[in-house]
């Protein structure tokens, strides 16, 4: 095992037969061992410098039917928001004022590209200076053109599953994996930082389904990684299902950070929800970003896609000072810029 992870440190990849046991054989002695490696390759690019991006959850409206998420569209007992311009823009007053230079406006998939457009524009009118991410599902290529061309640097569009068979056990008929793979091409081609990224313990996920996974992201070389546990919402026919594992989120986390150094990682808060010391474990894995919740507060609880989302403390950007201080216990700090993916 140490001369598997050892390889995949130097050569950064590995056979898919090699994958599949550091996946299904990594004991807690080989998890310190790879999580410490990772730990050391983004030290080399980033220091112990951790990123923030303040995200806006700028509306819970969506068209779509996905089985684990609580959002969902057949989802009745939420109640149901959406942030106008102005308050989008008063966010970002906020969140800059706090030292913010990365918003991410994210959302549910719904019609409401003119409106983002707009925001965009007057986002990038009033603040030259910040990055502009984007992650609001799919949509047609012109439609993230016009994005781009409204001044979003990023975007961010977790491909979830790349195996069709999975795909299928996560999303109704409607949706359709070569759609999400082809906006992927589309935002890379486009010109964005683009981010991909799986649910690990997604109910039905096999080994093979994360080797896919793993292969898929090397080939694709995204700006960014999400990476987070699966954790059940009471109201979606995913209920009962169990939630991913602590340890093999932070195994996936290695793996990634040691196939890509430079990688934008976040430390997510599935992962600060799902234990508490999530986050810190996290960028111990090789993180090295954190995404602060800069939604209004009243509107927080109704962007819940799965139980007991952590939206409060360090997990708030206005909680800022809090997270200061438990990244100085793990001897790491914020760094207010704006953190854009750097090759070098
Ligand atoms: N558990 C964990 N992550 C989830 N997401 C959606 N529902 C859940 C859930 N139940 C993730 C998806 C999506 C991102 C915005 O949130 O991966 O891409």
Redesign the pocket.
Same mark, same amino acid.
């Not at 990594?26 to 220091?47: M, P, Q, T």
């Given at each position: 095992m140490r001369s598997l992870i050892e390889r995949l440190h130097r050569e950064h990849t590995l056979a898919p037969d090699e994958f599949r046991i550091l996946l299904s054989q990594c004991n807690d002695k080989d998890l310190s061992y790879i999580n410490a490696l990772a730990r050391e390759v983004s030290h080399a690019s980033f220091g112990n410098r951790i990123f923030i991006r303040g995200l806006i959850e700028v509306g819970n409206r969506c068209k779509n039917d996905?089985y684990?998420?609580?959002i969902r569209r057949s989802n009745h007992l939420i109640e149901r928001y959406h942030l106008d311009e102005e308050t989008i823009l008063a966010c970002c007053r906020h969140g800059y004022e706090l030292g913010f230079r990365t918003f991410v406006l994210?959302g549910g998939e719904m019609n409401d590209d003119e409106m983002i457009i707009r925001t965009v524009s007057s986002i990038r009118k009033e603040f030259p200076d910040v990055a502009i991410t984007l992650?609001l599902g799919e949509k047609e290529t012109s439609v993230y053109e016009r994005f781009f061309q409204a001044g979003a640097n990023r975007y961010l569009l977790?491909h979830?599953t790349h195996n069709e068979l999975h795909y299928r056990k996560l999303h109704p008929e409607t949706m359709s994996l070569s759609n999400r793979l082809r906006c992927l091409a589309d935002l890379k081609r486009i010109g964005f930082q683009t981010g991909t990224?799986?649910?690990v313990g997604s109910p039905y996920q096999t080994i093979d389904n994360l080797i896919e996974d793993i292969l898929y992201i090397e080939n694709l070389q995204p700006e960014m990684i999400?990476i987070?546990?699966? /954790?059940?919402?009471h109201d979606?026919p995913?209920a009962m299902m169990p939630s991913g594992s602590l340890n093999q989120t932070l195994l996936l986390l290695s793996i990634f950070r040691l196939m890509h150094p430079h990688a934008l990682i976040p430390s997510t808060t599935?992962l600060a929800t799902l234990s508490p010391e999530g986050r810190e474990k996290g960028i111990l894995a090789g993180a090295n970003v954190v995404m602060p919740n800069l939604s209004p507060v009243i509107q927080r609880s109704k962007y819940s /896609?799965?139980d007991n989302k952590a939206s409060l403390g360090a997990e708030a950007a206005e909680g800022l000072l809090l997270l200061e201080q438990r990244l100085k216990v793990i001897g790491y700090v914020i760094d207010k810029g704006r953190g854009d993916y750097n090759a070098y």
């Amino acid at each position: 095992m140490r001369s598997l992870i050892e390889r995949l440190h130097r050569e950064h990849t590995l056979a898919p037969d090699e994958f599949r046991i550091l996946l299904s054989q990594c004991n807690d002695k080989d998890l310190s061992y790879i999580n410490a490696l990772a730990r050391e390759v983004s030290h080399a690019s980033f220091g112990n410098r951790i990123f923030i991006r303040g995200l806006i959850e700028v509306g819970n409206r969506c068209k779509n039917d996905c089985y684990y998420c609580g959002i969902r569209r057949s989802n009745h007992l939420i109640e149901r928001y959406h942030l106008d311009e102005e308050t989008i823009l008063a966010c970002c007053r906020h969140g800059y004022e706090l030292g913010f230079r990365t918003f991410v406006l994210q959302g549910g998939e719904m019609n409401d590209d003119e409106m983002i457009i707009r925001t965009v524009s007057s986002i990038r009118k009033e603040f030259p200076d910040v990055a502009i991410t984007l992650s609001l599902g799919e949509k047609e290529t012109s439609v993230y053109e016009r994005f781009f061309q409204a001044g979003a640097n990023r975007y961010l569009l977790r491909h979830e599953t790349h195996n069709e068979l999975h795909y299928r056990k996560l999303h109704p008929e409607t949706m359709s994996l070569s759609n999400r793979l082809r906006c992927l091409a589309d935002l890379k081609r486009i010109g964005f930082q683009t981010g991909t990224g799986i649910m690990v313990g997604s109910p039905y996920q096999t080994i093979d389904n994360l080797i896919e996974d793993i292969l898929y992201i090397e080939n694709l070389q995204p700006e960014m990684i999400g990476i987070g546990p699966f /954790l059940p919402h009471h109201d979606t026919p995913f209920a009962m299902m169990p939630s991913g594992s602590l340890n093999q989120t932070l195994l996936l986390l290695s793996i990634f950070r040691l196939m890509h150094p430079h990688a934008l990682i976040p430390s997510t808060t599935a992962l600060a929800t799902l234990s508490p010391e999530g986050r810190e474990k996290g960028i111990l894995a090789g993180a090295n970003v954190v995404m602060p919740n800069l939604s209004p507060v009243i509107q927080r609880s109704k962007y819940s /896609l799965y139980d007991n989302k952590a939206s409060l403390g360090a997990e708030a950007a206005e909680g800022l000072l809090l997270l200061e201080q438990r990244l100085k216990v793990i001897g790491y700090v914020i760094d207010k810029g704006r953190g854009d993916y750097n090759a070098y």
